[in-house]
């Protein structure tokens, strides 16, 4: 079974089906667990097409958030694409399990030490999209240099992973700024992923430097109003 559910097609499929058009990612790190659906549902109303899914094994990072199991409940409720972040220390033993509950992406860390082309046969094989992070610790260039050509993504983390709720980094603006003229040089456009202290004050700058995913945890989620505060981050993306 490839990654979206029966007719949906496949994650590959999906992604180009999205184009590349500014967006604001609800991530359900910050939902209400105890009632995932409903919480998700106004955001699907209001024009959400994907969903970011922080996945953490207590390995690669202190924290433990979900499984397969619980991208399965999600993809029950919608036919959103799910974008997945596999926060592991072994993503190529995970991506199929995760691909077959319903994810359309999976983006690894560069800090894991898989080769960009092993990635990308296994991305290949389920019929997933391909993502790249890289920590804010992380030096970028040899990075970006090493995946730009072998993913559909490239997340520029904006906060060290393993926790929601953080603080963004400033440097993660300059950071943007380099993967997008690394890619541009070697002649490919993966989309731009930023995740981490992301709100309507910090928005603007990342998407200045090239950023086209706003991934957003507590500030839409936590916010008063959740609706409005998707449709802000979506207004900046969308500049």
């Given at each position: 079974?490839?990654?979206?559910?029966?007719?949906?097609?496949?994650?590959?499929?999906?992604?180009?089906?999205?184009?590349?058009?500014?967006?604001a990612?609800p991530?359900?790190?910050?939902?209400?667990?105890?009632?995932?659906?409903?919480?998700?549902r106004?955001?699907?109303?209001?024009?959400s097409q994907?969903?970011?899914v922080?996945?953490?094994?207590?390995?690669?990072?202190?924290?433990?958030?979900?499984?397969?199991?619980?991208?399965?409940?999600?993809?029950?409720?919608?036919?959103?694409?799910?974008?997945t972040?596999?926060?592991?220390?072994?993503?190529?033993?995970?991506?199929?399990?995760?691909?077959?509950?319903?994810?359309?992406?999976?983006?690894?860390?560069?800090?894991?030490?898989?080769?960009?082309?092993a990635?990308?046969?296994?991305?290949d094989?389920l019929?997933?999209?391909l993502?790249?992070?890289?920590?804010?610790?992380?030096?970028?260039?040899a990075?970006?240099e090493?995946?730009?050509?072998?993913?559909?993504?490239?997340?520029?983390m904006?906060?060290e992973?393993?926790?929601?709720?953080?603080?963004?980094?400033?440097?993660a603006?300059?950071?943007?700024?380099r993967?997008?003229?690394?890619?541009?040089?070697q002649?490919?456009?993966?989309?731009?992923?930023?995740?981490?202290?992301?709100?309507?004050?910090?928005?603007?700058?990342?998407?200045?430097?090239?950023?086209?995913?706003?991934?957003?945890?507590?500030?839409?989620?936590?916010?008063?109003?959740?609706?409005?505060a998707?449709?802000?981050?979506?207004e900046?993306?969308?500049?």
């Amino acid at each position: 079974m490839s990654a979206g559910g029966e007719g949906m097609g496949s994650g590959i499929e999906r992604l180009q089906r999205l184009g590349r058009e500014g967006r604001a990612l609800p991530s359900i790190l910050s939902a209400d667990f105890a009632a995932l659906a409903a919480s998700i549902r106004p955001l699907l109303d209001a024009g959400s097409q994907v969903l970011h899914v922080d996945v953490m094994d207590g390995h690669f990072v202190p924290n433990i958030t979900f499984g397969p199991p619980v991208v399965r409940s999600v993809r029950a409720h919608t036919d959103a694409f799910l974008d997945t972040h596999l926060m592991v220390t072994d993503p190529l033993t995970y991506m199929e399990p995760f691909a077959k509950a319903g994810s359309d992406l999976c983006t690894i860390h560069a800090e894991v030490g898989i080769a960009p082309e092993a990635a990308r046969a296994e991305a290949d094989r389920l019929g997933v999209g391909l993502g790249v992070a890289i920590r804010p610790s992380t030096g970028l260039d040899a990075v970006v240099e090493a995946w730009a050509r072998h993913v559909d993504l490239i997340l520029v983390m904006s906060v060290e992973p393993g926790f929601g709720g953080q603080s963004f980094r400033p440097e993660a603006v300059e950071r943007l700024a380099r993967t997008k003229e690394i890619c541009w040089r070697q002649g490919v456009a993966p989309i731009l992923e930023v995740d981490g202290g992301i709100d309507r004050e910090t928005a603007p700058g990342v998407v200045a430097a090239g950023a086209r995913w706003l991934v957003a945890g507590s500030a839409i989620f936590r916010a008063s109003d959740p609706v409005a505060a998707y449709h802000a981050l979506r207004e900046i993306a969308s500049i």
